[in-house]
């Protein structure tokens, strides 16, 4: 049978897990197993997605602000999914290229492709557009912006710490699941250097159309980078406070 | 050099115990990250070689990690039992691997049990095909018991994992609904909180515990937030049932999860005064999580995850299960290595007397599908896999990963002739639910859990 009792078909009323998807012998239904594929597909394809990184330049020039490019030392993105550390890691050419060009004190802002390069083009260009003017505001004028290809986050500790950033936040893709194939994580460290670790970052995720929107992730970006700087640091330190986030929303 | 062999004129060495079962591991992209990996396929074969002719008593005087350095090395050699290892204690590792075809039976594998450590069988699983996880796995068995029994022969048992992204009582109560209209649960009804702290901890709990009451089901629920949280739980006067934990194989991933082997005996201990059960421990385990947490001291990923067996039999857990493919594509690149990693977890925990699951799952960067799940769960349905996971759809939308679904655990049943455990069969049963599921019926009101 593949047409659920009404009964059974409410509760999916309560839950955005898969239930109530009927029976066929004991298989999945055609139409639920095609979904499923369907969902699956989508993944797979964001998770091998690569950065446009003349439209995503192009959607930031209104800022005003330098950009850069730069990529990691994985090749390519089978070397990138086998070789995390490699991620974290710049090529030598272009780690030369960003240390003869420092801004020491800046608020870096690096968009990366991560895991997900259709999450981050997709928000980074409408979240900065949010954030610059509160930044601005603040009297903590942003930038330059580093486009990076094939980048976890840590990338941004040595972006950050060859071009003497007082800060970095790391606009980067995040995982694809099977119902979000276009979400957005920003990663932000203050004091960036080789080494940091995860406990010394605050992180805000999900950041999508249905999730986090772009503006409310400015909002809260704008508070933390404030913040951080009050503070001279990131992190745990940070997070106590958090709370405090939830009046921004 | 201690160890060596030659293939084809060229003389490969190994310097030390944990070099040569690094080097025999077959390929997998954790061991390549770690640098422990061999170089070439022949290197690997020379060390399957020497591996093969090591006497299985070298196991017991060379530590992959030094004993001084590590409770978990010192827990393996101060548990192992002489007298148990007699059978075996003549043979090499390639000796044992023939013994365990041959000459095994249910019998004696359960005797045998506190006579091996951890580091010989996955030595001996190192020389092993797949089909050879398999055989062996199949002849062992380990029966556990808290409201049912689980891991009698040709049954095959559902965790129904019912897991909510912000843990709404209602999302976990239409997705519980749904696993037992399908029959999946005899394990228990387990939730990954989203939120890890004493109060979400303790309201998932009572929800759970109403469930199980109000349709009489004879299942053990679990919430599996951190150790100390599910103490904090127990001290509170929630009802708490089974106790979880993430586990590793080295006293500093073990650390990097903000445990030890104290605090385990010390939760144990807590869930078995309530007399609720016999086995009260619940763990989870996966190969990579040492490398992850900078805590393998260059052992590779498969003997660490065997070690963590040794500290979940210290507790007599109910449910130990592997989450093959959850940690990603830099440890278990594809469908292919996740499938071996999976039987090698399932061989391994069966020889050492675990009562062992396996979470054939994998995340949206690996490359793996459906099919391989399929094909894993299969493989480990004719090993004798105690139990797999139940989630609906196959989709967990709180971990954001892809494991089994409700219906993956009927079709292994059909296609295999296993059946639920048995107390929880008779209430299938008495309840109709297979026949009321296929009909589209309900006889499980959702009312009565909340849901109007």
């Known amino acids: ?249 | 050099m201690p160890f060596a062999h030659a293939i084809g004129g060229t003389r490969y060495g190994f310097p030390d115990l944990k070099t040569l079962l690094a080097r025999a591991t077959p390929p997998r992209s954790g061991d390549q990250l770690a640098g422990l990996a061999a170089g070439s396929a022949a290197e690997r074969v020379a060390a399957q070689r020497a591996l093969a002719d090591l006497p299985l008593r070298h196991f017991l005087t060379e530590a992959v990690i030094p004993y001084e350095a590590d409770e978990v090395t010192r827990l393996i050699l101060d548990r192992h039992d002489p007298a148990a290892f007699t059978p075996v204690a003549h043979l090499t590792v390639g000796g044992l691997r023939d013994w365990l075809l041959a000459e095994a039976d249910t019998a004696s594998l359960a005797a045998l049990r506190p006579g091996l450590t951890p580091e010989m069988v996955a030595a001996t699983s190192k020389l092993c095909r797949l089909q050879d996880l398999i055989a062996i796995a199949a002849k062992c068995q380990v029966t556990t018991r808290f409201r049912n029994t689980l891991g009698l022969p040709g049954t095959l048992s559902t965790r129904l994992q019912p897991n909510d992204p912000v843990d709404d009582p209602r999302g976990v109560a239409a997705a519980i609904l749904d696993g037992l209209l399908l029959g999946a649960g005899d394990a228990c009804i387990g939730i990954n909180p989203a939120t890890d702290n004493v109060d979400a901890t303790c309201r998932l709990l009572e929800l759970l515990d109403g469930v199980i009451q109000r349709f009489g089901i004879p299942t053990q629920s679990c919430v599996l937030a951190h150790v100390t949280t599910s103490l904090l739980a127990i001290q509170r006067g929630a009802p708490v049932d089974l106790v979880f934990q993430s586990i590793g194989g080295t006293e500093a991933t073990n650390t990097s999860f903000g445990i030890n082997l104290a605090l385990l005996r010390e939760a144990h201990d807590a869930a078995r005064s309530l007399k609720r059960g016999e086995n009260v421990m619940y763990f989870e385990t996966g190969q990579g999580s040492a490398l992850s947490a900078e805590a393998h001291h260059g052992v590779d990923q498969q003997t660490i995850e065997a070690r963590a067996y040794a500290v979940a039999r210290e507790y007599a857990p109910l449910l130990v299960n592997s989450v093959v493919g959850f940690i990603g594509p830099e440890y278990l690149y594809d469908g292919k290595q996740i499938t071996r990693a999976g039987l090698e977890d399932h061989f391994c925990g069966k020889l050492l007397g675990l009562p062992m699951g396996v979470d054939v799952c994998y995340t949206n960067h690996a490359e793996a599908d459906q099919d391989d799940m399929d094909a894993l769960m299969t493989l480990l349905g004719v090993a004798g896999v105690t139990y797999i996971m139940g989630v609906p759809g196959a989709d967990d939308v709180m971990l954001a990963y892809q494991s089994t679904s409700f219906h993956d655990a009927l079709y292994l049943r059909a296609a295999l002739g296993k059946r639920p455990a048995p107390e929880f069969e008779s209430w299938l049963e008495r309840m109709g639910l297979d026949a009321a599921s296929r009909a589209g019926t309900l006889p499980l009101t959702p009312a009565l859990l909340g849901l109007t």
């Open chain 1, 1 to 249: 049978m593949s047409d659920v009792p009404a009964l059974w078909r409410d509760l999916r009323r309560h839950t955005t897990a898969r239930v109530a998807l009927g029976r066929a012998g004991n298989g999945l239904p055609t139409a639920a197993h095609l979904d499923f594929q369907e969902a699956h597909a989508r993944a797979r394809d964001a998770v091998w997605s690569a950065l446009d990184l003349d439209r995503l330049e192009a959607d930031c020039a209104p800022l005003g602000l330098p950009v850069h490019r730069v990529a990691s030392q994985a090749e390519d993105r089978r070397n990138y999914l086998l070789r995390p550390d490699l991620g974290r890691r710049l090529r030598e050419a272009d780690a030369t290229r960003l240390a003869r060009s420092p801004t020491p004190g800046a608020f870096l802002i690096v968009v990366a492709d991560g895991l997900c390069a259709e999450g981050v083009q997709a928000n980074a260009s409408a979240l900065l557009a949010a954030l610059v003017p509160l930044l601005n505001a603040q009297r903590m004028a942003p930038g330059p912006i580093v486009l990076a290809q094939q980048a976890r986050v840590a990338l941004g500790d040595e972006i950050g710490e060859a071009m003497q950033a007082a800060m970095v936040a790391v606009l980067i893709g995040e995982r694809p699941g099977l119902s979000a194939t276009d979400s957005m994580g920003i990663y932000l460290t203050w004091g960036p250097r080789r080494g940091r670790r995860d406990a010394e970052r605050n992180c805000l995720s999900n950041i999508r159309p249905g999730g986090l929107t772009p503006a409310e992730a400015a909002a809260k970006l704008a508070w933390l980078m404030q913040a951080a700087m009050a503070r001279g640091g990131s992190g745990v330190a940070l997070k106590d406070e958090a709370p405090t986030l939830g009046l921004l929303a």
